[in-house]
């Protein structure tokens, strides 16, 4: 489907692991539009970041992809050989690395982390044109001169935004950008995000598990269980009539200004790769789960409204 | 260019690595001569492969070492071959005592000049001999000729009259080189006003060491130690030896036994030091033209005039006691000593005397009293027998013990002597039931000399060619030589001894017959007391490339002793012929 | 257990050659008289053969013999040295990890320039200030008094982060003093490291001593690896060809270091998991 | 902030000076023996006739060293002359002044070890980072198991082995020394080969035993960084390979590898000393070995203060030179 930044394709990534194969991540499809902001959540153990790695070809042995095509614009990233994938990752396709990781190398300053991503893409750039880049994304002047040791948790977070956007990328991947930050620094990066969206004109898929977080940012929503896309919609449609029980646990765990009940949480664990429940994963812990649920598995249906879920009650 | 060290500061040598040639870079290299005219030699005087004491040609100064070099540039009145029990009459052409031995006369030889053609006269022999004894113990020999002698007079350009404090029979041969005892002569233009103790006596560009022999200095480095042969060399035109063949000799600093075999092998040297007996086949195999004083058949060298014996501190009990001396001596197979110390390549000694030519009538004076007190013998039944009667039992473990305390010979070693033979001696010891223990202290010499040891590994510096030598090293004190620092170092006293070893001292020793019955009357009492226990012979065992030189001292041809460290190397410089 | 030590090669290969070290001592001692490990026992220099397997060397030992009491000798040296080094050094440690302070520094400062110091000077220094030769006993004395050095600072440094971790934090929030915090809480968790810190120690105290001895400053009657050694390089062993003299002891102190060094790598991999998985 | 910290590490480096030099007085003092006495015993042993007057002989010469003076007054004038890098002269190589030997004596030895420890320090660090690295060639699975095997045995015992094999077997190595007898030190070529070819069987048994240790510290260090956070940045970053491994990876791996450097050097020059001697080779581990068999105080002192002070120095400059390598470390000092 031209029109698309990206499309995932039944995309397989699976983990050898000597007690038997682990699908993290298995049959799973979606489309992101351009300029539009999707969000995946889950659990963690659902395969979202394993998932933003898949797409980005960096699945290290013993991990692997089993298959599904992953289409950034008209190339397949699936089928790329090896120096290609490289050109292509922040190219074409950039990922925000998660808030609590130190993503940056301790003993070079942040401006020339910088210039080598350019460089290694072929792109020579001048120390003003980095100053720039750094001012673009709320930076101080000098900072590309710092230590990432000199730098707060927000800054360094905005650092990895402008490496992200240098080379103009149509697909930006965040994965959990603003962990381990305070709400304060959280809301800072979020707004750079979205403002630096706007310049490149470029799609994001957000990767986390705060709803809250993904209520305020995305467009449209999907919810990652056990390695499957269990549900895909709208925004506003998932928060007003989720359709996958799990989705609909998942919104009722919010607290919410409005009504003050006891908070419900979800009860269970989240299932080992190793022994998955038979038929649909999640009926263990699913209140509507019928005999059906543990034999057949759910595909995803389209529902109307651009809603999808994988569930034969929804 | 000046010798004097440049002020270089550690730091700065260690930062230039450049600086891989040391100050003691050779001045001009000096002029070539081809390889079969020049005869190159190690020897293990140096240190870890350099000669440390390159500048020191002065014999007496301190640190100095006369068998590193010094020992053929300063010829002696006379030389004295033990082997051929021949003097060669040198400086000196003739010498003649006072039948009281008060005085001695010496008459030099006319017509010897120096190197720097100033002429040698008797005055350099007095100058030489009242400095050293003005000197006494801050040179080498000085304590020996201060106790002895009282002044020295040059009364003509070729006479030396010498007056002694006390009669001194053997003062002449005292002054004579050989092994490594003489009285180096100086010249005295050179050497008067300098302080003798430092004055080094080289400098290349004055022609500085000075010698009267045929010898010249032309490089000394850390590297290695050149001599030029003087064409004009005195003795030569008198006819008294032929000008030496040898036109350079190249003295080597030592790196090990194993650099100098490859060497060896390789004809890059052509004479070595003291090896041991095992290196000797690989000798042979590796290059047939190596030869040694018994050719290439055991012992590989010469007897050394230092027989070896185990000494054992007289002072400590039981040790005292003649029975437990010679219950060890019973206990201690020389046979296997020799075979696996040694691989067979040495000789048992009977008494601490070297088994040469002059000694001979000394030693057939005594041989029923050697049958009857067997020093040699190996039977540990007689030695059981005699530790038993002084109420020794063996306890549990099978050790000699009496009223609790085991009889325990810990023995020190050094050298090449010791390791050899110490590890041997201990097990031969506790397979008999004495308790022993081997070391070899870095301080050895030190405890050896203080008496601070029980058993020891060591030699005797005594007889060449007349007893008394060998006879001084037991003497408890004495009363003949005023104020003499006694060896003694067995601590084993005998007043009737020491009577007899101070009445040979006043005994001109080419007189045999008196000499004869007194050496008959001390060893009657040495013998049957065994002060220490005899071993074995000290080898001095020298290869020799045949290579480019030859006629090599061997046992047939047996002119000298072939050691290029001793004073009479001069004599082998000489008679060395091309191949 | 050994399920866990297919996952760890090293260290099953480290104890395999260690057992083949004691295999090899043990039938010794059954094979041979240990008395032919004293001089003159048998011909000297006689060529490997069936009734001197390892050959004789020049002063009359069965080289068989002389390895098999040898070897254990050289082996407690180096243990009861490594041993003690150890033990002095965890104490340290924890003294200057634990309580900081000036103890902390004072501790520091000496194991640093004990560190830089090449610890061979030191050990000749000492071994020939000692008035009569030295015993094996005193050996291990001598060496152990160095081999206290790289522990303490090795421990110190994984006491340091080991105190900033919360279990430490909570075991003190909860009323434990110094020393049961040290022996319940961190001593279990550092027990691997510990292990892997001996082993080191115990290589190193063997190295050491046997470079003491073959410079001759060991126990001249007792055949220990070290002394055999001094003895082959005195006697000019190699170029005479005797080639059956060095290479039995230099095969089994190959035997003891690789042991004891792949002992160590897989010691280390209990302890620093992360290595585990790239081996 | 960068001054105080080097004033800092300088001030610990004097320390340790002082301390090394204390230490060095006292130590072969512990040993209770006289060295002048020995000396001169062994001297007059050489020639197997006992010199009479030995006692008055050592009187002259403990005057000329000054060993008379009480022990204090000695330490007094030791430090002065430390400071002046003047250690007297050599007891058992006298005339020759402690300074010119340890001159000779040093600038083989750090020919020798710098040499063998920089190229071993590199080739292994290479190597081990190599090693880790899933894209290695596969013929480096093969080089690394010898290499371990090699760095468990002593440098000697491979140094007697090579010897055996190419200096006695196969001949094709000088088996001893610096340099062959006889041949004049001067700068032309032929010395220079003669030099190498006499240090190679040395520096072979250095370099093969230390490469292995160095590869393996370093294999383990870049595992560890490999699974860093930045490391996969780097990668997500699009990176080249060989940027992501020599400035990622090998650039913060090295870091722990340079202090194991510093700390090794101590132990890399006692091991030094064995080879020096079984070598005959000239340099400062020979130098000190004769030294203490002969009980030289002065050149004891002076050997052991020049090792302390070079290895404190070298510290020293590492130390120094670290926060540029690690910008953190300045940083937390400040």
Same mark, same amino acid.
């Given at each position: 489907m031209?029109?698309?930044?990206?499309?995932?394709?039944?995309?397989?990534?699976?983990?050898?692991?000597?007690?038997?194969? &682990?699908?993290?991540?298995?049959?799973?499809?979606?489309?992101?539009?351009?300029?539009?902001?999707?969000?995946?959540?889950?659990?963690?153990?659902?395969?979202?970041?394993?998932?933003?790695?898949?797409?980005?070809?960096?699945?290290r042995p013993?991990?692997?992809?089993d298959?599904?095509?992953i289409?950034?614009?008209?190339?397949?990233?699936?089928?790329?050989?090896?120096?290609?994938?490289?050109?292509?990752?922040?190219?074409?396709?950039?990922?925000?690395?998660?808030?609590?990781?130190?993503?940056?190398?301790?003993?070079?300053?942040?401006?020339?982390?910088?210039?080598?991503?350019m460089?290694?893409?072929?792109?020579?750039?001048?120390?003003r044109?980095?100053?720039?880049?750094?001012?673009?994304?709320g930076?101080?002047?000098?900072?590309? !001169?710092?230590?990432?040791?000199?730098?707060?948790?927000?800054?360094? !977070?905005?650092?990895?935004i402008?490496?992200?956007?240098?080379?103009?990328?149509?697909?930006?991947?965040?994965?959990?950008?603003?962990?381990?930050?305070?709400v304060?620094? !959280?809301?800072?990066?979020?707004?750079?995000?979205?403002?630096?969206?706007?310049?490149? %004109?470029?799609?994001?898929?957000?990767?986390?598990?705060d709803m809250? &977080?993904?209520?305020?940012?995305? %467009?449209?929503?999907?919810?990652?269980?056990?390695?499957? &896309?269990?549900?895909?919609?709208?925004?506003?449609?998932?928060?007003?009539?989720?359709?996958?029980?799990?989705?609909?646990?998942?919104?009722?765990?919010?607290?919410?200004?409005?009504?003050?009940?006891?908070?419900?949480?979800?009860?269970?664990?989240?299932?080992? &790769?190793?022994?998955?429940?038979?038929?649909?994963?999640?009926?263990?812990?699913?209140?509507?789960?019928?005999?059906r649920?543990?034999?057949?598995?759910?595909?995803?249906?389209a529902?109307?409204?651009?809603?999808?879920?994988?569930?034969?009650?929804? | 260019?000046?010798?004097?060290?440049?002020?270089?500061?550690?730091?700065?040598?260690?930062?230039?690595?450049?600086?891989?040639?040391?100050?003691?870079?050779?001045?001009?290299?000096?002029?070539?001569?081809?390889?079969?005219?020049?005869?190159?030699?190690?020897?293990s005087?140096?240190?870890?492969?350099?000669?440390?004491?390159?500048?020191?040609?002065?014999?007496?100064?301190?640190g100095?070492?006369?068998?590193?070099?010094?020992?053929?540039?300063y010829?002696?009145?006379?030389?004295?071959?033990?082997?051929?029990?021949k003097?060669?009459?040198?400086?000196?052409?003739?010498y003649?005592?006072?039948?009281?031995f008060?005085?001695?006369?010496?008459?030099?030889?006319?017509?010897?000049?120096?190197?720097?053609?100033?002429?040698?006269?008797?005055?350099?022999?007095?100058?030489?001999?009242?400095?050293?004894?003005?000197?006494?113990?801050?040179?080498?020999?000085?304590?020996?000729?201060?106790?002895?002698?009282?002044?020295?007079?040059?009364?003509?350009?070729?006479?030396?009259?010498?007056?002694?404090l006390?009669?001194?029979?053997?003062?002449?041969?005292?002054?004579?080189?050989k092994?490594?005892?003489?009285?180096?002569?100086?010249?005295?233009?050179?050497?008067?006003?300098?302080?003798?103790?430092?004055?080094?006596?080289?400098d290349?560009?004055k022609?500085?060491?000075?010698?009267?022999?045929?010898?010249?200095?032309?490089?000394?480095?850390?590297?290695?130690?050149?001599?030029?042969?003087?064409p004009?060399?005195?003795?030569?035109?008198?006819?008294?030896?032929?000008?030496?063949?040898?036109?350079?000799?190249?003295?080597?600093?030592?790196?090990?036994?194993?650099?100098?075999?490859?060497?060896?092998?390789?004809?890059?040297?052509?004479?070595?030091?003291?090896?041991?007996?095992?290196?000797?086949?690989?000798?042979?195999?590796?290059?047939?033209?190596?030869?040694?004083?018994?050719?290439?058949?055991?012992p590989?060298?010469?007897?050394?005039?230092?027989?070896?014996?185990?000494?054992?501190?007289?002072?400590?009990?039981?040790?005292?006691?003649?029975?437990?001396?010679?219950?060890?001596?019973?206990?201690?197979?020389?046979?296997?000593?020799?075979?696996?110390?040694?691989?067979?390549?040495?000789q048992?000694?009977?008494?601490?005397?070297?088994?040469?030519?002059?000694?001979?009538?000394?030693?057939d004076?005594?041989?029923?009293?050697?049958?009857?007190y067997?020093?040699?013998?190996?039977?540990?039944?007689k030695?059981?027998?005699?530790?038993?009667?002084?109420?020794?039992?063996?306890?549990?473990?099978?050790f000699?013990?009496?009223?609790?305390?085991?009889?325990?010979?810990?023995?020190?070693?050094?050298?090449?002597a010791?390791?050899a033979?110490?590890?041997?001696?201990?097990?031969?010891?506790?397979?008999?039931?004495?308790?022993?223990?081997?070391?070899?202290?870095?301080?050895?010499?030190?405890?050896?000399?203080?008496?601070?040891?029980?058993?020891?590994?060591?030699?005797?510096?005594?007889s060449?060619?007349?007893p008394?030598?060998?006879?001084?090293?037991?003497?408890g004190?004495?009363?003949?030589?005023?104020?003499?620092?006694?060896?003694?170092?067995s601590?084993?006293?005998?007043?009737?001894?020491?009577?007899?070893?101070d009445?040979?001292?006043?005994?001109?020793?080419?007189?045999k017959?008196?000499?004869?019955?007194?050496?008959?009357?001390?060893?009657?009492?040495?013998?049957?007391?065994?002060?220490?226990i005899?071993?074995v012979?000290?080898?001095?065992?020298?290869?020799?490339?045949?290579?480019?030189?030859?006629?090599?001292?061997?046992?047939?041809?047996?002119?000298?002793?072939?050691?290029s460290?001793?004073l009479?190397?001069?004599?082998?410089?000489?008679?060395?012929?091309?191949? | #257990?050994?399920?866990?030590?297919?996952?760890?090669?090293?260290?099953a290969?480290?104890?395999?050659?260690?057992?083949?070290?004691?295999?090899?001592?043990?039938v010794?001692?059954?094979?041979?008289?240990?008395?032919?490990?004293?001089?003159?026992?048998?011909?000297?220099?006689?060529?490997?053969?069936?009734?001197?397997?390892f050959g004789?060397?020049r002063?009359?030992?069965?080289?068989?013999?002389?390895?098999v009491?040898?070897?254990?000798?050289?082996?407690?040296?180096?243990?009861?040295?490594?041993?003690?080094?150890?033990?002095?050094?965890?104490i340290?440690?924890?003294?200057?990890?634990?309580?900081?302070?000036?103890?902390?520094?004072?501790?520091?400062?000496?194991?640093?320039?004990?560190?830089?110091?090449?610890?061979?000077?030191?050990?000749?220094?000492?071994?020939?200030?000692?008035?009569?030769?030295?015993?094996? +006993?005193?050996?291990?004395?001598?060496?152990?008094?160095?081999?206290?050095?790289?522990?303490?600072?090795?421990?110190?440094?994984?006491?340091?982060?080991?105190?900033?971790?919360?279990?430490?934090?909570?075991?003190r929030?909860?009323?434990?003093?110094?020393?049961?915090i040290?022996?319940?809480?961190?001593?279990p968790?550092?027990?691997?490291?510990?292990?892997?810190?001996l082993v +080191?120690?115990?290589?190193?105290?063997?190295?050491?001593?046997?470079?003491?001895?073959?410079?001759?400053?060991?126990?001249?009657?007792?055949?220990?690896l070290? #002394?055999t050694?001094?003895?082959? +390089?005195?006697?000019?062993?190699?170029? +005479?060809?005797?080639?059956?003299?060095?290479?039995?002891?230099?095969?089994?102190?190959?035997?003891?270091?690789?042991?004891?060094?792949?002992?160590?790598?897989?010691?280390?991999?209990?302890?620093?998991?992360?290595?585990?998985?790239?081996v | 902030?960068r001054?105080?910290?080097?004033?800092?590490?300088?001030?610990v480096?004097?320390?340790?000076?002082?301390?090394?030099?204390?230490l060095?007085f006292?130590?072969?003092?512990?040993?209770g023996?006289?060295?002048?006495?020995?000396?001169?015993?062994?001297e007059?042993?050489l020639?197997?006739?006992?010199?009479?007057?030995?006692?008055?002989?050592?009187?002259?010469?403990?005057?000329?060293?000054?060993?008379?003076?009480?022990?204090?007054r000695?330490?007094?004038?030791y430090?002065?002359?430390?400071?002046?890098?003047?250690?007297n002269?050599?007891?058992?190589?006298?005339?020759?002044?402690?300074?010119?030997?340890?001159?000779?004596?040093l600038?083989?030895?750090?020919g020798?070890?710098?040499?063998?420890t920089?190229?071993?320090?590199a080739?292994?660090?290479?190597?081990?980072?190599?090693?880790?690295?899933?894209?290695?060639?596969?013929w480096?699975?093969?080089?690394?198991p010898?290499?371990w095997?090699?760095?468990?045995?002593?440098?000697?015992?491979?140094?007697?082995?090579?010897?055996?094999?190419?200096?006695?077997?196969l001949?094709?190595?000088?088996?001893?020394?610096?340099?062959?007898?006889?041949?004049?030190?001067?700068?032309?070529?032929?010395?220079?080969?003669?030099?190498?070819?006499?240090?190679?069987?040395?520096?072979?048994?250095i370099v093969?035993?230390?490469?292995?240790?160095w590869?393996?510290?370093m294999?383990?260090?870049?595992?560890?960084?490999?699974?860093e956070d930045?490391?996969?940045?780097?990668?997500?970053?699009?990176?080249k390979?060989?940027?992501i491994?020599l400035?990622?990876?090998?650039?913060?791996?090295?870091?722990?590898?340079?202090?194991?450097?510093?700390?090794?050097?101590?132990?890399?020059?006692?091991?030094?000393?064995?080879?020096?001697?079984?070598?005959?080779?000239?340099?400062?581990?020979?130098?000190?070995?004769?030294?203490?068999?002969?009980?030289d105080?002065?050149?004891?002192?002076?050997?052991v203060?020049?090792?302390?002070?070079?290895?404190?120095?070298?510290?020293?400059?590492?130390?120094?030179?670290?926060?540029?390598?690690?910008?953190?470390?300045?940083?937390?000092?400040?």
């Open positions: 031209s029109g698309a930044a990206l499309e995932i394709q039944g995309l397989r990534v699976s983990f050898d692991h000597p007690l038997g194969l &682990l699908r993290a991540v298995d049959d799973v499809s979606f489309t992101l539009r351009p300029h539009e902001r999707f969000g995946l959540v889950g659990e963690s153990g659902s395969g979202k970041s394993t998932m933003a790695l898949a797409i980005m070809r960096m699945i013993p991990g692997h992809i298959g599904g095509n289409l950034l614009g008209d190339t397949n990233l699936a089928t790329l050989s090896g120096d290609a994938i490289r050109r292509a990752r922040l190219a074409g396709i950039a990922l925000v690395p998660q808030g609590s990781m130190n993503a940056l190398n301790p003993v070079m300053r942040v401006g020339a982390q910088v210039a080598d991503a460089r290694d893409h072929g792109v020579s750039v001048s120390a044109a980095i100053d720039a880049l750094m001012a673009r994304v930076l101080p002047a000098g900072t590309a !001169q710092k230590y990432p040791h000199e730098l707060s948790g927000g800054m360094k !977070q905005r650092v990895c402008a490496i992200a956007i240098c080379l103009r990328p149509t697909v930006i991947i965040a994965d959990e950008p603003t962990s381990a930050l305070d304060v620094v !959280q809301r800072q990066v979020m707004r750079t995000l979205a403002d630096v969206q706007q310049d490149l %004109n470029a799609a994001i898929l957000l990767i986390g598990h809250g &977080l993904m209520a305020q940012f995305v %467009n449209r929503l999907g919810v990652m269980y056990a390695g499957r &896309l269990v549900e895909i919609a709208p925004i506003a449609e998932i928060v007003r009539k989720p359709r996958h029980p799990y989705t609909e646990m998942l919104i009722a765990s919010l607290p919410s200004m409005d009504h003050k009940d006891a908070l419900r949480g979800i009860p269970g664990l989240a299932p080992l &790769l190793r022994d998955l429940p038979s038929g649909c994963a999640f009926h263990p812990r699913c209140p509507k789960a019928r005999d649920c543990t034999t057949e598995r759910p595909e995803p249906r529902l109307g409204d651009g809603v999808l879920a994988a569930c034969h009650f929804a | 260019m000046s010798n004097a060290p440049s002020r270089r500061t550690v730091l700065a040598s260690a930062a230039s690595l450049a600086a891989i040639s040391p100050f003691g870079l050779a001045t001009a290299q000096p002029a070539a001569v081809p390889r079969e005219k020049t005869m190159i030699l190690v020897w005087g140096s240190r870890e492969g350099r000669w440390v004491d390159y500048e020191l040609w002065n014999p007496y100064s301190i100095s070492n006369h068998q590193n070099g010094p020992n053929i540039i010829e002696p009145l006379a030389f004295y071959s033990a082997f051929a029990d003097t060669y009459m040198w400086l000196a052409e003739s003649q005592f006072t039948p009281d008060r005085q001695l006369t010496i008459k030099t030889r006319a017509g010897i000049t120096w190197s720097d053609g100033v002429p040698f006269s008797a005055e350099d022999v007095a100058y030489t001999l009242n400095t050293v004894r003005d000197l006494g113990p801050k040179v080498k020999w000085g304590v020996d000729v201060h106790q002895a002698m009282q002044e020295a007079k040059a009364t003509d350009a070729n006479t030396v009259v010498i007056d002694f006390v009669p001194s029979p053997r003062f002449f041969f005292f002054l004579t080189y092994y490594d005892i003489g009285i180096y002569i100086v010249p005295k233009h050179i050497f008067d006003g300098q302080d003798w103790t430092t004055f080094k006596h080289f290349l560009a022609g500085w060491p000075i010698s009267t022999g045929p010898w010249k200095v032309t490089e000394a480095s850390l590297q290695q130690k050149v001599f030029d042969r003087r004009e060399w005195w003795a030569a035109k008198a006819g008294l030896a032929p000008l030496p063949v040898v036109e350079r000799t190249i003295w080597l600093p030592s790196v090990g036994e194993q650099a100098l075999a490859q060497a060896l092998i390789t004809n890059q040297v052509d004479a070595g030091f003291g090896m041991q007996p095992a290196t000797f086949r690989t000798l042979f195999n590796g290059n047939p033209k190596i030869t040694t004083h018994t050719g290439q058949q055991p590989y060298g010469y007897v050394d005039w230092w027989p070896i014996s185990l000494y054992v501190n007289n002072d400590v009990k039981p040790f005292d006691d003649k029975d437990v001396r010679w219950a060890l001596s019973y206990y201690i197979d020389r046979g296997q000593i020799i075979d696996v110390g040694y691989l067979g390549a040495s048992t000694s009977a008494l601490p005397m070297p088994d040469y030519l002059p000694l001979r009538p000394y030693f004076a005594v041989k029923d009293l050697l049958e009857k067997n020093t040699l013998e190996f039977n540990p039944k030695g059981d027998a005699l530790l038993s009667g002084k109420g020794w039992k063996k306890d549990s473990e099978g000699w013990a009496k009223d609790g305390a085991r009889i325990r010979v810990d023995i020190i070693g050094f050298g090449a010791g390791p033979m110490g590890p041997l001696l201990t097990e031969m010891l506790k397979r008999r039931g004495i308790e022993s223990a081997f070391s070899m202290p870095p301080d050895f010499d030190d405890r050896f000399q203080k008496g601070q040891f029980v058993g020891s590994i060591y030699g005797h510096g005594g060449i060619n007349e008394y030598g060998m006879l001084r090293l037991y003497q004190q004495s009363v003949a030589v005023p104020g003499a620092h006694l060896v003694n170092f601590h084993w006293k005998n007043a009737e001894f020491d009577k007899v070893a009445e040979m001292f006043a005994v001109d020793p080419a007189d017959a008196r000499m004869i019955p007194l050496f008959r009357r001390a060893m009657e009492i040495w013998i049957p007391e065994l002060p220490d005899q071993l012979q000290n080898f001095h065992r020298i290869p020799w490339n045949t290579t480019y030189w030859k006629n090599w001292p061997t046992a047939d041809n047996a002119y000298v002793n072939g050691a460290w001793h009479t190397y001069p004599i082998v410089l000489w008679n060395l012929k091309q191949a | #257990m050994l399920r866990y030590l297919k996952r760890n090669p090293s260290l290969v480290g104890i395999f050659l260690l057992a083949i070290l004691v295999v090899f001592i043990a010794g001692m059954l094979l041979t008289d240990p008395e032919d490990a004293r001089p003159l026992s048998v011909p000297a220099l006689r060529r490997p053969s069936w009734a001197f397997p004789t060397d002063q009359g030992r069965d080289l068989f013999a002389a390895m009491v040898g070897t254990p000798l050289t082996l407690r040296i180096g243990f009861i040295a490594g041993i003690l080094g150890v033990t002095i050094g965890t340290l440690a924890f003294v200057a990890g634990f309580y900081r302070g000036a103890v902390d520094t004072i501790i520091r400062g000496i194991a640093d320039i004990g560190l830089t110091v090449p610890g061979l000077l030191i050990l000749i220094i000492i071994a020939v200030s000692v008035r009569g030769g030295l015993t094996v +006993n005193q050996m291990a004395l001598v060496v152990a008094s160095l081999a206290w050095l790289n522990p303490t600072r090795t421990i110190r440094s994984q006491v340091l982060t080991l105190r900033e971790r919360g279990y430490v934090e909570v075991a929030l909860s009323g434990m003093n110094g020393p049961e040290i022996f319940f809480e961190m001593i968790n550092l027990l691997p490291y510990l292990g892997a810190t +080191n120690a115990v290589s190193a105290a063997i190295l050491a001593s046997i470079g003491l001895e073959v410079l001759g400053l060991g126990p001249l009657e007792a055949p220990t070290g #002394m050694l001094y003895w082959v +390089n005195f006697n000019a062993a190699i170029i +005479n060809g005797w080639w059956w003299w060095w290479t039995a002891p230099i095969a089994i102190v190959l035997l003891v270091f690789l042991g004891l060094f792949f002992m160590t790598v897989g010691l280390d991999e209990i302890a620093n998991p992360r290595l585990r998985r790239s | 902030m001054l105080l910290y080097i004033a800092r590490r300088f001030a480096f004097l320390l340790i000076v002082w301390l090394a030099a204390s060095n006292f130590l072969p003092r512990l040993s023996q006289d060295p002048v006495r020995t000396k001169l015993l062994a007059a042993q020639g197997g006739y006992v010199q009479a007057g030995i006692e008055d002989m050592v009187k002259e010469y403990n005057q000329k060293f000054g060993l008379d003076k009480p022990l204090w000695q330490y007094l004038t430090v002065g002359d430390t400071t002046r890098l003047d250690f002269y050599s007891i058992s190589n006298y005339p020759r002044t402690v300074r010119d030997l340890i001159a000779e004596a600038p083989w030895t750090i020798l070890l710098g040499l063998t920089l190229f071993s320090f080739i292994g660090t290479f190597l081990g980072a190599l090693l880790a690295w899933p894209g290695a060639p596969r480096m699975r093969y080089v690394m010898p290499l095997a090699l760095h468990a045995i002593p440098f000697f015992l491979l140094g007697l082995i090579l010897m055996y094999l190419f200096a006695f077997q001949r094709l190595l000088p088996i001893f020394g610096g340099y062959s007898p006889g041949a004049a030190p001067a700068f032309n070529i032929s010395f220079v080969l003669d030099v190498i070819a006499h240090a190679t069987l040395p520096a072979l048994s093969l035993v230390a490469t292995g240790g590869a393996l510290g294999r383990g260090m870049m595992v560890t960084t490999m699974g930045y490391v996969t940045f780097a990668e997500a970053k699009g990176l390979v060989s940027t491994f400035r990622y990876c090998v650039r913060n791996a090295i870091l722990p590898q340079t202090t194991a450097l510093a700390l090794a050097l101590g132990q890399i020059l006692s091991g030094a000393v064995l080879v020096e001697v079984i070598f005959g080779y000239p340099g400062i581990g020979a130098l000190l070995f004769q030294a203490i068999r002969e009980n105080h002065f050149l004891i002192q002076g050997i203060f020049t090792v302390i002070v070079a290895l404190g120095f070298t510290t020293f400059i590492l130390d120094v030179l670290y926060p540029w390598l690690d910008p953190r470390i300045s940083y937390q000092r400040s």
